[in-house]
């Protein structure tokens, strides 16, 4: 069963909208939460990390946790064209504090 | 150098053949991860270096897949006898130590025919 669910989109949006990305994850002993983003043919960037609930908000990006219901979110503001990507949910796992969990990834389009 | 850095970047070989894939850590990060990734798929864990050892080389799919990083700095990743299930994207990450942010390198694009 995997561990890091995501919907594997692509999820399209036009130009100037919010997206939303969104992850659930199996292991409740999980307390560190990344996004990478991953442009086609090139490595995974480190879009934002999070460990407490709440938001977290890094300029147009910002991170959301409820620890409860397992799920981890990404919202972007004002999506731009060169937001056009696959975004990866990751999680570090209870039982390790050095082994990244990755989702399938959603690939998100932003429209002009 | 400023980031990770990989080599080859690309990697055709046929089936039955050695490859060996090198990966160049950013300066001062003593931890070293080797992940495969498949077409559509996210990163997988291979294998987890802190220093010249390797922490946990549990996700290594099997005996055919060996890692070393000899000086606890640049690693290389061995694989022998390929087999066409072994094209991937490998790539290699590394931070400033546990639970410190991964950062990944270009990755490896293997190819085995």
């Known amino acids: 069963q995997k561990e890091v669910e995501q919907n594997s989109g692509p999820l399209s949006v036009p130009e100037g909208a919010i997206a939303s990305l969104n992850c659930t994850y199996s292991?409740?002993?999980?307390?560190?939460f990344f996004w990478y983003r991953q442009y086609s043919g090139k490595s995974p960037e480190l879009i934002m990390f999070?460990?407490?609930?709440g938001d977290k908000e890094d300029g147009r990006f910002t991170a959301q946790l409820n620890k409860a219901s397992q799920y981890v979110s990404l919202l972007i503001r004002d999506s731009q064209p060169s937001d056009s990507a696959t975004y990866l949910c990751a999680v570090l796992s209870g039982g390790s504090n050095y082994k990244l969990t990755f989702g399938k990834g959603t690939l998100l389009t932003v429209n002009p | 150098g400023a980031g990770v850095s990989q080599t080859p970047s690309n990697k055709v070989t046929e089936k039955g053949k050695y490859v060996e894939l090198r990966c160049d850590p950013i300066?001062?990060?003593?931890?070293l991860y080797w992940y495969r990734q498949s077409l559509g798929q996210g990163p997988e864990f291979l294998i987890y270096?802190?220093?010249?050892?390797?922490?946990?080389d549990s996700g290594l799919p099997n005996d055919r897949f060996f890692a070393v990083r000899p000086e606890g700095s640049v690693s290389t990743l061995k694989i022998q006898r390929t087999e066409r299930g072994d094209s991937a994207v490998y790539l290699c990450a590394s931070s400033l130590g546990l639970q410190e942010t991964q950062y990944f390198g270009p990755g490896t694009r293997l190819l085995v025919l």
């Open positions: 999070i460990y407490s609930n």
């Open positions: 300066s001062g990060h003593t931890a």
């Open positions: 270096f802190q220093g010249t050892g390797a922490a946990d």
């Open positions: 292991d409740r002993g999980s307390q560190s």
